[in-house]
């Protein structure tokens, strides 16, 4: 079975506090992805990486940075987190080729004070 | 790009009765489609797709949907619902020139009563 964690289910942080998610697949996806999810809105796209290094913005980036060192893992980075960044945050994996469908970790509950 | 519609944000229900989530898309290219799960606290775990081929598609605890070219749904249905499908749905498409992107619906809730 694909696996994809994240680092935290749950966070607090302090408004201008930098914040670091993490998210780490064992499944040797190309694709990763950093979604945000708020009620009433469904999912929207942060940021994507479709290989090491490389990242594409999504709808949503501003106020966001990513890094992608090693396949496996994805990082999204808050630079200073602020109250209206307060949301779930969901990580997702997906293969080049193949199944089509993309693989969602379990969710990081971030709250900004 | 696309856009997902979701038109109802909750759906009450009770036990053992049908349930029709429904799900419409904007363009009219050839697309692929998906329904997820989400239950409490939980990440989205996939309950059925659409890439080709039957338009009725059957996914994992009894749902199944129906592609419907003509009129860009792609609604999600299952006979006798329990309890334990409370939970939120959410449609989603992609392209199948640019299918990692991914658009997804606001959701809808399924709360089912005894």
């Known amino acids: 079975d694909v696996k994809v964690t994240q680092s935290s289910r749950y966070l607090v942080k302090r408004t201008g506090e930098k914040v670091f998610l993490e998210c780490v697949q064992d499944m040797d996806h190309e694709n990763m992805f950093w979604y945000r999810q708020d009620p009433g809105l469904g999912l929207r796209l942060i940021y994507f990486s479709y290989d090491v290094k490389m990242k594409e913005k999504g709808d949503i980036p501003e106020g966001y940075s990513v890094s992608r060192e090693k396949k496996e893992r994805f990082s999204l980075i808050l630079e200073s987190a602020s109250t209206n960044q307060t949301s779930m945050y969901l990580c997702?994996?997906?293969?080049?080729?193949?199944?089509?469908?993309?693989?969602f970790g379990p969710g990081t509950r971030l709250t900004v004070t | 790009a696309q856009s997902v519609t979701q038109l109802d944000s909750q759906v009450p229900v009770f036990e053992e009765a049908p349930v029709e989530l429904r799900c419409n898309y904007s363009?009219?290219?050839?697309?692929?489609l998906f329904w997820y799960v989400q239950y409490p606290n939980q990440g989205l775990q996939l309950l059925l797709k659409?890439?080709?081929?039957?338009?009725l598609v059957k996914g994992i605890n009894g749902f199944e949907a129906e592609f419907n070219k003509s009129q860009t749904s792609f609604h999600l249905r299952k006979p006798s619902v329990h309890i334990s499908d409370t939970a939120e749905y959410f449609c989603?498409?992609?392209?199948?020139?640019?299918?990692?992107?991914?658009?997804f619906g606001s959701g809808t809730k399924l709360n089912v009563k005894p």
């Open positions: 659409y890439l080709s081929g039957s338009t």
């Open positions: 363009s009219s290219v050839s697309v692929y």
């Open positions: 997702a994996s997906s293969p080049l080729q193949g199944t089509y469908e993309q693989y």
């Open positions: 989603a498409v992609s392209d199948q020139w640019n299918f990692n992107k991914f658009y």
